[in-house]
């Protein structure tokens, strides 16, 4: 069965970071494309970053230069590492396979 459990979120300032991580179960991370899409109060969900089989990776223009995904194949996790964070980046955060995703972790930036 395939699992998929983000945490990392949190409150922080605007221009502050944080590392989300999504633990994945029940596959193999290195051998799927995963993606992290989010969820903003009264809005539909927005795609963030992909990341590759081949570890290439592409991102929203919202977040480009100041989000990076990545991936530790020995702990099947993804990351994702935002920084530079605005208040336009609260949302509810979630990694996904294939239609699947896990239950999302809260990220608020606000002061």
């Given at each position: 069965?395939v699992q998929l459990v983000e945490s990392g979120g949190g409150l922080v300032q605007p221009g502050g970071s944080l ?93």
């Open positions: 069965e590392r989300l991580s999504c633990a994945a179960s029940g596959f193999i991370l290195r051998f799927s494309a995963m993606t992290w899409v989010r969820q903003a109060p009264g809005k539909g969900l927005e795609w963030v970053s992909t990341i590759n089989i081949g570890g290439s990776t592409s991102y929203a223009d919202s977040v480009k230069g100041r989000f990076t995904v990545a991936r530790d194949n020995a702990k099947n996790t993804l990351y994702l590492q935002m920084n530079s964070l605005k208040p336009d980046d609260t949302a509810v955060y979630y990694c996904a396979k294939a239609g699947t995703r896990g239950q999302g972790t809260q990220v608020t930036v606000s002061s």
